[in-house]
């Protein structure tokens, strides 16, 4: 099968892909037009942001059986005709969550100590302390919107902030221990930072606006390092000339093109874009949230397992439940029937020919039984072990139990029987001693 990567990663995904057996090209530099020409050769693509893959590229490119896209957001790929045309969309969000999140934190610890103000200042030989007093997260409430994968890792380096984390998003029940859910009307109340984490669609375009901004009941301070059209930036500088917005972290920017390394190609910079730039109260990143050394190679593996998963499912070993319970204590007597008839007389025993069934229920509140048995003295069935008594205890999936302990190692006595109260199988534990396992079917004694 044959890939063609796009844009240049981390070696590691390359590697992987070979060491798989897929057969892996690259092409960073051909043009659009050209890369079109050659991609019906292909059944995977591996692309960053370096164009747009539309309806047009999709159309041409008819073995393509995925795209891999390495980063979060998939809003360059048509989704929907990729969909219609049963390519499968590959993003790896796990691989630079943690980078976002820690981007997010950083980037308003920064604004609120004035770091970027003050190192300025020393340099230029002003030692001013009054001038960069700090404000402290703790007490504040932070507001996210959209707990996804990045939401939730800024709500996760924000534990231990002594901080109130509140979430809005379109999804309900996405919530957790980290991060209350609430409605955007809450959250607009009680935010004192707001952090975009929303995905670039219909919904999010332009979502901080004027009216959106003017429904907060106190004024916040806005971290975006979501999407640049989240935001109407000509509305965020009115908002930071008027107050309301009291500060703000952008890692992205409106004016960004689809492939975010040719900001600066822009004919003419906005008037919004050079009050950010002039205002003490903006810190700006160039879309480096997800971008660190370790993301470089999270996003490549994460790329790389997901193909593996794809093509080459693991086994899934089904989880194996081990004992459940006791199932029977069993024991050597000098006269089993005096033995059964003394218990009965004296202990209450309900005893039969065997001995006498407790019954109890289990955790499921499923009905179990346990079994009491004295055995002759001369019995063979504890054999091989020496000892004067066996214990049975209750598994759930005997077979695939044996099958375990004997991939562990264990001494398995005899094979796997099977009657209308259930299935037995034997064992021998470290000190020699036999144990009966038992997956039982108790309705049978009822
Ligand atoms: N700056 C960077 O370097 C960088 C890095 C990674 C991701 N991102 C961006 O971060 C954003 C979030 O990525 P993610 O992986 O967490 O996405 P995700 O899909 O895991 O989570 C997004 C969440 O937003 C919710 N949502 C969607 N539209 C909404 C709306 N209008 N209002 C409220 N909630 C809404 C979704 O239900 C979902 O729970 C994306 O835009 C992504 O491109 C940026």
Redesign the pocket.
Known sequence: MKILQLDSNHPILKERLINLGFEVEDDFTSTQTEIESKIANYEGIIIRSRFKIDKLFLEKASNLKFIGRV???L?NIDEVFANSKGILLIAA?EG??NA?GEHALGMILALFNKLKKADLEIRQGKWLREDNRGIELEGKTIGI???????KALAKKLRGFDVEVLC????NG?GDSNCKQVSLQELQEKTDVLSI?????E??HK?VNSTFIHQFKKPFYLIN???GSAVETSDLVDALTSGKILGACL??LEYEKSSFENFFENESLPDAFNYLIKSDKVLLSP?????TVESHIKLAQTIADKIEALYFPKEIKQEVKRVTGIGGVFFKSENPVALRNWYQKHLGFNTDNYGATFWWNDNNNQIASTQWSPFAKETTYFQPSKKDFMFNYRVENLKLLLEKLKEEGITIVGAMEEYEYGKFGWILDLEGNKIELWEPIDAAFL
């Open positions: 980063g979060a957001g809003e969000p630079n969550r976002v919107i959209g707990y996804g994968n990045m939401g809005y998003d379109i999804l996405v984490h929303t995905p670039q669609n919904l999010s979502m390092t979501a999407r890692d992205v879309h480096v949230a997800g971008w």
